[in-house]
């Protein structure tokens, strides 16, 4: 089966400038949650979304957002772009959100590179 | 708020040296403890976990006990190989105070292992 699949894969993206990023969970899994990563950090969590809603949402500001689809995929936008922006994206997927059984599965991650 | 903190990197063992990542977190609830690893290139994989204290996570030879009373989760691994160079990260989520997956990370630790 395939696993949390992510694109692009890397791209650059010029400051102000506004970006997409796409996620398909693990068939099954309905539960999609989106990571930044900073060049030498941990993962921060940005959102959850399940069946289609906000679950939960930590501290980033209003310039990011996302959605998520019928078919429990996912989109992360990302507003009037900074350079400090510039991270790897992860997508992780679940079959329910806040079960203590579910295993949180990662995708590879999208690199955004803002110039 | 919750918090998690490790041993500061980069470790650089000998193949076959014991493996030992210190971990402590901060939380007011009851968390659940994990270890993800990180390969050069690839996304985040869960390594290990434990869901209450005194419980042992254990995987491919790595293992951790959750030490309520230390509040330490600290990851070791009797015998290490080269296979294993990578970051690894603690974290933790707490889902009876959050209705949803947020998942706290370390800042992570890599690991050189060398021949």
């Known amino acids: 089966d395939a696993g949390v699949t992510q694109s692009p894969t890397h791209l650059i993206k010029t400051r102000g400038q506004q970006v997409t990023l796409r996620c398909s969970p693990i068939s099954g899994h309905k539960s999609v949650s989106w990571y930044q990563q900073v060049l030498g950090q941990g993962p921060q969590f940005i959102f959850q979304y399940y069946e289609k809603e906000e679950r939960g949402r930590g501290n980033f500001p209003d310039r990011f957002s996302a959605r998520q689809f019928p078919n429990y995929s996912s989109e992360l936008n990302v507003n009037a772009l900074l350079l400090g922006d510039s991270a790897l994206y992860l997508c992780?997927?679940?079959?329910?959100?806040?079960?203590?059984?579910?295993?949180?599965?990662f995708g590879e991650g999208s690199w955004l590179t803002v110039v | 708020g919750d918090s998690v903190t490790q041993m500061e990197g980069p470790v650089t063992l000998s193949e076959e040296a014991f493996l030992t990542i210190n971990c402590t977190y901060t939380?007011?609830?009851?968390?659940?403890l994990f270890w993800y690893v990180q390969y050069p290139g690839e996304g985040l994989q869960l390594l290990l976990k434990a869901t209450k204290a005194d419980d042992k996570g254990s995987n491919k030879g790595f293992e951790a006990t959750y030490r309520k009373e230390t509040t330490s989760f600290h990851l070791e691994k009797g015998s290490v190989q080269v296979s294993d160079s990578a970051v690894y990260f603690c974290a933790l989520s707490d889902l009876v105070k959050t209705s949803y997956d947020k998942v706290i990370f370390g800042p992570g630790t890599s690991l050189s292992v060398i021949p």
């Open positions: 939380a007011t609830g009851y968390p659940s």
């Open positions: 992780a997927s679940s079959l329910v959100p806040a079960n203590s059984g579910n295993t949180i599965y």
